[in-house]
Antibody, heavy 127, light 108 residues
Framework: EVQLLESGGGLVQPGGSLRLSCAASGFTFSSYAMSWVRQAPGKGLEWVSSINSGAGSTYYADSVRGRFTISRDNSKNTLYLQMNSLRAEDTAVYYC????????????????????WGQGTLVTVSS | EIVLTQSPGTLSLSPGERATLSCRASQSVSSSYLAWYQQKPGQAPRLLIYGASSRATGIPDRFSGSGSGTDFTLTISRLEPEDFAVYYCQQYGSSSPDFGGGTKVEIK
């Protein structure tokens, strides 16, 4: 059974930093891309960032590029999101999400719909 | 960026009725890379449909997706009490995934 467990959320002042973690189990973590998706209170879903399986490629939404850094430790089956220079508009529930994939000629190709989600961790940016 | 517009914003229906939800893209979604999710209050989203029409594992066959290009539809053939929720579409054919604003399906 795929499980994604986020941690690290909390209250932080504007301009501050926070690091989120996502512990993954139930699948071969090192074979799959991973992503973060957020949801501001009462609002819709917003893709934040993705990283490929080997951590060689990272992708960011324009709203967080230059402030957030996605990374992973395949030896620990853990995904991270380092968030710096936080703003009030970053207040949201942050979900760790596993993208889907196609296997073509033995290669796992990520497809960025999200077939498994964690329960989310709340980040509140406020003074 | 591809802008996804979902309509209606709210759909008021009774259990047993058919629900038809629309998702329109500002430009063509390549390879029909369009997904649908269901979200209930306090819960993470759940994948229903990917590739515009493929049901995710464990999703009942009363949920179906259709469409291509810029116009996509999620149909719930007969609403069950547990289907009242918010539904989001999402495209993943461009460099950054984009979500629609959601349609709330509420009990009439």
């Amino acid at each position: 059974e795929v499980q994604l467990l986020e941690s690290g959320g909390g209250l932080v002042q504007p301009g501050g930093s926070l690091r989120l973690s996502c512990a993954a189990s139930g699948f071969t973590f090192s074979s799959y891309a991973m992503s973060w998706v957020r949801q501001a209170p009462g609002k819709g879903l917003e893709w934040v960032s993705s990283i490929n399986s080997g951590a060689g490629s990272t992708y960011y939404a324009d709203s967080v590029r230059g402030r957030f850094t996605i990374s992973r430790d395949n030896s620990k089956n853990t995904l991270y999101l380092q968030m710096n220079s936080l703003r009030a508009e970053d207040t949201a529930v942050y979900y760790c999400a596993k993208p889907g994939a196609e296997t073509i000629f033995g290669l796992v190709i990520p497809r960025y719909y999200f077939d498994f989600w964690g329960q989310g961790t709340l980040v509140t940016v406020s003074s | 960026e591809i802008v996804l517009t979902q309509s209606p914003g709210t759909l008021s229906l009774s259990p047993g009725e058919r629900a038809t939800l629309s998702c329109r893209a500002s430009q063509s979604v390549s390879s029909s890379y369009l997904a649908w999710y269901q979200q209930k209050p306090g819960q993470a989203p759940r994948l229903l449909i990917y590739g515009a029409s493929s049901r995710a594992t464990g999703i009942p066959d009363r949920f179906s997706g259709s469409g291509s290009g810029t116009d996509f539809t999620l149909t719930i053939s007969r609403l069950e009490p547990e289907d009242f929720a918010v539904y989001y579409c999402q495209q993943y054919g461009s460099s950054s995934p984009d979500f629609g604003g959601g349609t709330k399906v509420e009990i009439k």
